[in-house]
């Protein structure tokens, strides 16, 4: 079984930053893609931002240019670094990751942590 934490979410003014961070524990071999989704209300989950094992990064098109995600293979961590926030960037935030564990491969998400922007 595979544990996901996530820390980092809060209340930000337009323009303002957070880092959102997940942490992976369990019986992991390895974790292939990681990403951050988010749920607005009323909204469907969309993706926001991906990186693959080898760091390869995706982004939502309104997030390109503001948000960065990176992620430390060691640690089994993600990371999403969140700049000139917007009011529509208000969401809670949903960490995904793929992981391969001793007989399965599977997906897991977060608990999720809000992140509210607004002045």
């Known amino acids: 079984q595979v544990q996901l934490v996530e820390s980092g979410g809060g209340l930000v003014q337009p323009g303002g930053s957070l880092r959102l961070s997940c942490a992976a524990s369990g019986t992991i071999l390895t974790i292939y893609d990681m990403a951050w989704y988010r749920q607005a209300p009323g909204n469907e989950r969309e993706l926001v931002a991906s990186?693959?094992?080898?760091?390869?990064?995706n982004y939502a098109d309104s997030v390109k240019g503001r948000f960065t995600i990176s992620r430390d293979n060691a640690k089994n961590t993600v990371n999403l670094q969140m700049n000139s926030l917007k009011p529509e960037d208000t969401a809670v935030y949903y960490c995904n990751v793929d992981v391969l564990s001793l007989t399965t491969r599977k997906n897991y998400w977060g608990q999720g942590t809000q992140v509210t922007v607004s002045s």
């Open positions: 990186i693959t094992k080898g760091r390869s990064t």
